[in-house]
């Protein structure tokens, strides 16, 4: 079966380095394209990226989506695209309007996501890194990394989207499991829905910091899913 791994907005598939999971599954990562202009909807977004980084063939198989943060709604933005969607797992991300703060709420009816630049995020790094997990020299390496490569587009469409998005419909009948840290500030750990994991003092960059222990988690769901087949 294979996997198919996004991870957060802007960071490529070294955020997922240090995970360890089961080798019976096949993993592929996906990366973050351009949007093709600034109004361009998450939906057509997602088609674009599926043309683009999933294979045909695996379109009409069994398939597993792991996001990490906005990469997670992107993964169930995706999982309505294919035919045959076994397993979501969003690690330190949202499934729903209801799991979103307060905060990220008024970030859309005040639109001021337009005034964010690569300039404005690099400077102001020393101001909310450490908030978000980004506590080691390696974790502000990739950070920096993520900076250098994204757009200004690409940040305003994406912190954009990820403020307003709602699912459409839900996604009957398919487990969508959320893997959480007890110290997220971003997306705080009480607002999430059931199903979730809960690993006690997470932060959001958690898939990274504490690898192993999210690694288990996972591997947890897979031998699920292993065990219906």
Request: positive net charge.
């Amino acid at each position: 079966m294979n996997i198919y791994l996004l991870a957060g907005l802007g960071f490529d598939k070294s955020t997922f380095q240090r995970l360890k999971l089961d080798d019976r599954f096949e993993l592929h990562h996906l990366d973050w394209i351009d949007p093709a202009s600034s109004n361009e909807t998450i939906e057509a977004y997602a088609a674009r990226m599926l043309e683009q980084q999933i294979l045909a063939e695996h379109r009409t198989e069994d398939i597993v989506f792991i996001g990490h943060s906005f990469g997670g709604v992107m993964c169930q933005e995706l999982a309505r695209l294919v035919e045959k969607p076994r397993l979501i797992i969003t690690i330190s991300s949202i499934r729903s309007q209801s799991e979103k703060p307060f905060l990220m709420r008024w970030f859309y009816w005040m639109p001021v996501f337009w005034l964010v630049s690569k300039f404005l995020t690099w400077i102001t790094i020393p101001l909310w890194a450490w908030m978000y997990g980004f506590i080691s020299t390696e974790s502000r390496r990739l950070l920096w990394h993520m900076i250098k490569r994204f757009s200004n587009r690409y940040l305003n469409w994406a912190t954009h989207n990820i403020s307003k998005w709602k699912p459409k419909n839900q996604l009957e009948g398919l487990r969508i499991v959320s893997i959480h840290g007890s110290r997220d500030l971003m997306f705080p750990a009480h607002l999430q829905a059931e199903p979730k994991k809960i690993l006690k003092g997470g932060n959001h960059f958690m898939v990274y910091h504490r690898a192993d222990e999210v690694s288990a988690l996972i591997n947890e769901e897979l031998g699920l899913l292993n065990s219906t087949n």
